[in-house]
Structures are given as structure tokens and as C-alpha cells.
């Protein structure tokens, strides 16, 4: 390992429970680029709060490089509009360049790859499957002043204990992708 004499870069992470595994995807790419990390994801949340947290959290502290930005599956497992969720992304896009931070949007896995044999019934899943791919399709044509980690392609069902969230095997390869993308 090389020491530094220089500050790491301070990066932020902000989404949902598929943010928050300790020593996740997110980590995971911190470790690779040497950053240090504030992670205020939390399971279960849509990107409305993502916003309102980001804005607290932004107006105390802002002295970061990049933020990443994960969210959207909460959106598209309500009856949230998929409009609403894509304008609280682009909203935290538009308040990280407000601060001069460097945003960077997480359209995340292919869920019709992982989202099989869910907790929820079939009928329930394809429905919400299906509006996570649309508001993944929408992220990629609509947001603007960011870069985009454009849909992991990597990471399969096997990498899944409930088909949705990853498991280690998955956070490996999602972290690969995110760093194979962020050198690009």
C-alpha cells in the first residue's frame, strides 16, 4: 500500500437499503479509490425523502467531492409517480451542483436479472419489476448535469438471497461495474 500525504476525497452516498450494507458496493468503491466516506442511506426509503435528507444534511456540511446518488426501487414499489421520483433525482442533482459537488446517479442492477421469486407474489413482482426498468429507462434519458452509472448488466438472481437485495457476491460485482464506469 502507498502512503499519501494528500486529504482523501470526501465522498457522500445517499439512497436505500441497497446503500447501506456494511462493506456494500459503496464501500467497496471508496476502498478502491482511496475516499472517505459519509453513507446517510436508509432501507426503505423513496427518493422524496432521499431529497429532504440530502438538503439537511448538505446545508450543515458540504464539503464534498462527489455525491452518489442511488435510489428509486422504494418509487417503483409504491404508486409513486415515476415523474416525482425522476425529479427528486434530478432535484439532488441540481442541489449537489449548487454546492459544486459532482454528482453521480446509480441507475443500479437489471432487475428483470434479479428481481425473481421475490417476497412477493409473481403478479406483484412483474408489475413492479417492470415499473423499476421504465424508471431506469427515464433516468438515463431524462437527467441532466450528472454522470450517469449507466444499469449493471453483471449481476444475476444467484447474487440475491431475496430478489432484491444483493448479497456479498453482488456487491462485488455492482462495485466492479461502478468502478469500471466511474474510470470511464
Given amino acids: 500500500m502507498l502512503l499519501s500525504h494528500t486529504t482523501p476525497k470526501k465522498v457522500l452516498y445517499i439512497g436505500d437499503s441497497l446503500t447501506c450494507y456494511k462493506g456494500g458496493w459503496q464501500d467497496q468503491v471508496s476502498k478502491e479509490f482511496g475516499w472517505s466516506t459519509t453513507n446517510i442511506s436508509k432501507g426503505g426509503k423513496r427518493t422524496e425523502w432521499m431529497l429532504g435528507v440530502l438538503k439537511s444534511h448538505l446545508s450543515q456540511t458540504h464539503d464534498y467531492e462527489k455525491v ?27 442541489l449537489c451542483r449548487s454546492f459544486k459537488i459532482e ?76 468502478i469500471e464506469h466511474i474510470k470511464k
Fill in 103 to 178: 454528482p453521480i446517479v446509480v441507475v443500479g442492477y437489471d432487475p428483470n436479472l434479479v428481481q425473481q421469486r421475490t417476497p412477493y407474489d409473481e403478479k406483484t413482482t412483474k408489475f413492479h419489476r417492470d415499473r423499476y426498468v421504465e424508471l431506469q429507462k427515464l433516468m438515463t434519458q431524462h437527467l441532466t448535469n450528472c454522470k450517469i452509472i449507466i444499469k449493471d448488466t453483471t449481476v444475476t438472481r444467484k447474487d440475491s438471497d431475496d430478489g432484491l437485495h444483493l448479497k456479498s457476491s453482488g456487491h462485488k460485482k455492482f462495485s466492479n461495474w461502478v
Fill in 68 to 94: 452518489f446518488i442511488y435510489g428509486g426501487c422504494n418509487d417503483a414499489y409504491s404508486y409513486v409517480k415515476l415523474t416525482s421520483a425522476i425529479n427528486n433525482i434530478q432535484d439532488m442533482v441540481d
